[in-house]
């Protein structure tokens, strides 16, 4: 997938999806050159964070309590599908969506293309806890910003 250079630092939304353009940098690699397999979640955890505080959710408001209390994103669970590797020097684009949004549960989907070519697809369930560990149902206007309304569950 082609985009242009007019990506800002943290990306763009654009018809609900986030794209993130990133270079693939030495330290990303293995002694061969290819994208250590482990690299690809912190590629992934950038789309993910960009797209929260696009979406008006930032990280350090939570941490700082503006809520009533500190919440924190956890990953509850991710699949991830190598498909072709990426190498030293690539610029990438992350992709990120919400599928689905439940209670205190989010359901992302993410790609990572290098032009045209799509090098990994992930499929996330992350949710929000408080202080005490315990699940936090997202706040209303969170929900409307992540995607319409026809996706949004009550369970």
């Given at each position: 997938m082609s985009v242009g250079n007019n990506i800002a630092l943290?990306?763009?939304?654009?018809?609900?999806?986030?794209?993130?353009?990133?270079?693939?940098?030495?330290?990303?690699?293995?002694?061969?050159?290819?994208?250590?397999?482990?690299?690809?979640?912190?590629?992934?955890?950038?789309?993910?964070?960009?797209?929260?505080?696009?979406?008006?959710?930032?990280?350090?408001?939570?941490?700082?309590?503006?809520?009533?209390?500190?919440?924190?994103?956890?990953?509850?669970?991710?699949?991830?599908d190598f498909r072709t590797p990426a190498r030293i020097d690539d610029i990438i684009l992350i992709e990120t969506w919400v599928d689905q949004v439940s209670g205190a549960r989010i359901f992302m989907k993410q790609r990572l293309w290098r032009g045209d070519e799509v090098l990994v697809e992930a499929r996330v369930e992350a949710a929000t806890i408080g202080e005490t560990g315990r699940p936090r149902?997202?706040?209303?206007?969170?929900?409307?910003?992540?995607?319409?309304?026809?996706?949004?569950?009550?369970?």
């Open positions: 943290t990306g763009i939304i654009e018809g609900g999806t986030h794209r993130l353009l990133a270079r693939v940098y030495y330290a990303d690699t293995d002694f061969s050159g290819v994208v250590y397999h482990a690299r690809y979640l912190e590629f992934l955890e950038r789309g993910r964070s960009d797209f929260l505080r696009l979406s008006g959710v930032h990280h350090t408001e939570l941490h700082e309590g503006k809520l009533g209390e500190r919440i924190a994103w956890v990953v509850r669970r991710m699949e991830i149902r997202f706040p209303k206007e969170w929900i409307a910003a992540f995607l319409p309304a026809s996706n949004v569950s009550t369970s």
